[in-house]
């Protein structure tokens, strides 16, 4: 029910533009989640905060297969990048990397990133993981042939949330502090320049009882960007 819909909302309007999207397959995931698809869209893996650990449910099943993390582990998002499945554990500072079976995932080794990760996001050519460390203001890259971190990118007021342009050249990072947004620009391999430009989040200017005020932003979740690369969605108060 959550992916169909979905699913069918842009098969319709890839239809209706007559415009040809920047992904190859329009439904990869832009932006962090806390559910994800495998490749077929016949199967959804999804984190379990409270009990530590990552579900796997056929779309016609009833009950889902539980992999265990741990019961500190903290598993907060989740990203597919080819046939492996990255998950932040908040409680632990790392990132679970799971494989892709017959019948759901397989912890094949952790990474080590810092305190509190939060966000991750993968590439669609599976060629670079992002990972926001909140409570140490940093984003890492890794490469997921070696699943090593090849670089980080300093960003400030605890980054949470990101989206990745489809074209692979700009990354989006949300900070749970000061409702900013921040983009930075990424190299051919991958990596960030060490740049970030700011991307003010639009308020309304509201009156209550004859008072005028402008309202501070913000962000509230996930970041999204379109198959076409034209919209960053930003959900915020």
Known sequence: NVVGPATLALTMLVGC??????????????????????????????VNVDEGSVSTSQLDATDPVVL?????????????????????????GEVAVLRETATGLQEVGRIAVGAEP????????????????????KVVH????????????????????????????????GSARGGQVHSAQLDGDGNPNGELDVIEIPVTIRTVEGDVFEPSARITGDFAVDAFGDFLVVPAL
Do not use: C
């Not at 939060?118 to 203001?137: L, P, R």
């Open 17 to 46: 533009t007559g415009r040809t999207p920047v992904l190859e397959d329009a439904r990869f995931q832009t932006g962090s989640r806390t559910m994800v698809a495998n490749a077929d869209y016949d199967r959804l893996y999804m």
């Open 68 to 92: 265990e993390l741990g019961e500190q582990a903290e598993p907060t998002r989740l990203a597919r990048v080819g046939d492996k499945v990255y998950v932040t554990l908040r409680g632990t």
């Open 118 to 137: 939060y966000g991750v996001i993968g590439n669609e050519e599976g060629t670079s993981v992002y990972v926001t460390v909140s409570q140490e203001n």
């Open 142 to 173: 890794i490469d997921p042939a070696s699943d090593t971190i090849v670089g980080e990118l300093t960003v400030g007021d605890d980054p949470r949330w990101m989206a990745l342009h489809p074209k692979g050249r700009r990354l989006y990072i």
